[in-house]
């Protein structure tokens, strides 16, 4: 396998699992945010809560950093495994 190739698949692994990493930091972090409001601004009662859709959004916004990098590590995840058939394609 050539020398830039073996860099570039590398790189797009690291770059997959950083995001994913960062994306589960951001996940935990999510979700304790919307522990907190739940409890403090709800105080528990579910059906209060449904009774607000803008607490309904903003109990989402937390969770997007999450969404768009697991996104990312997605596509890395997917370009990589291109580069792996490509390079198996033209080894045959």
């Given at each position: 396998?050539?020398?830039?190739?073996?860099?570039?698949?590398?790189?797009?692994?690291?770059?997959?699992?950083?995001?994913?990493?960062?994306?589960?930091?951001?996940?935990?972090?999510?979700?304790?945010?919307?522990?907190?409001?739940?409890?403090?601004?709800?105080?528990?009662?579910?059906?209060?809560?449904?009774?607000?859709?803008s607490?309904?959004?903003?109990t989402?916004?937390?969770?997007?950093?999450?969404?768009?990098?697991?996104?990312?590590?997605?596509?890395?995840?997917?370009?990589?495994?291109?580069?792996?058939?490509?390079?198996?394609?033209?080894?045959?």
């Open positions: 396998m050539d020398e830039k190739i073996r860099l570039q698949a590398r790189e797009l692994l690291l770059r997959s699992r950083i995001y994913r990493f960062v994306a589960l930091c951001f996940a935990a972090i999510g979700l304790v945010i919307f522990i907190i409001l739940y409890f403090r601004v709800i105080d528990g009662d579910i059906m209060q809560a449904l009774r607000k859709p607490f309904i959004v903003i989402i916004v937390p969770f997007l950093p999450a969404f768009i990098l697991s996104r990312m590590s997605i596509r890395a995840g997917n370009k990589l495994m291109k580069l792996l058939e490509n390079i198996q394609q033209n080894e045959k």
